[in-house]
């Protein structure tokens, strides 16, 4: 157990919806990094946040939104679904070595 | 922007054969990690190199840092089957705490 937690667990939904993933990073850390891996590939670098201000993009869709809350709580916003967006959804957060805490991830599929 | 590459995609070991996987940066790294995804999981960080020619050892993991520090490998001496995973490197740049993850290889084994 990393001590990064993400809900849901699994989420299915329908073209053109809009869904919530929700991530809290472990005690202590300020940092929540998000990260997209489709089917076989690997990690794509969403967006990071540091004590809620918005410090790194990476490949985010305009579709895509996140947040990061006062008790450092992190959201992202998926809207306008596609069947491309299917995939894993990790968020991880970092100790001051910059060593990346993973959580185990939201399964989005969209059919 | 800075890519990372990792060969080979995929690899296929019999049982205590050995096993290498080559990371390389287009840009000198500030330090590299190493995580490990095993099937359905998230990854799990494994290891950080800082050190330009650094090579570190936990077990049968043999880990090294290029002298230019672009370049990274990860041996796996005598594989077990569990050492089935995905084995990715992330690098980051001075300055800069996201990390840009490599392609993955994926290692399975056969008994």
């Known amino acids: 157990d990393s001590g990064v937690t993400q809900t849901p667990k699994h ?22 990094y998000w990260y997209q891996q489709s089917l076989d590939q690997g990690l794509q670098f969403l967006i990071q946040y540091y004590n809620g201000e918005e410090r790194a993009k990476g490949n985010i869709l305009e579709r895509f939104s996140a947040q990061q809350f006062p008790d450092l709580h992190s959201e992202l916003n998926l809207s306008s679904l596609e069947l491309g967006d299917s995939a894993l959804y990790f ?6 070595a910059d060593t990346q805490y993973f959580g185990p991830g939201t399964r989005l599929t969209v059919l | 922007g800075q890519q990372v590459m990792q060969i080979p995609q995929y690899q296929h070991v019999q049982e205590g054969e050995d096993f290498t996987t080559y990371c390389n940066s287009s840009t000198t790294l500030s330090n590299i990690q190493w995580y490990k995804q095993r099937p359905g999981g998230h990854p799990v960080f494994l290891i950080q190199l800082v050190k330009s020619g650094e090579v570190k050892k936990q077990k049968r993991l043999t880990f090294q840092f290029g002298e230019a520090k672009k370049n990274s490998s990860l041996h796996i001496t005598a594989t077990q089957t569990t050492d089935v995973g995905t084995y ?3 690098g980051s740049n001075f300055g800069n705490e996201k990390l840009t993850f490599g392609t993955g290889t994926r290692l399975t084994i056969i008994p």
């Open chain 1, 11 to 32: 989420l299915i939904t329908a073209t053109g919806q809009r869904v919530t993933l929700r991530c809290s990073p472990r005690s202590g850390d300020l940092s929540v």
């Open chain 1, 91 to 96: 968020c991880a957060s970092n100790d001051r």
């Open chain 2, 88 to 90: 990715f490197c992330a």
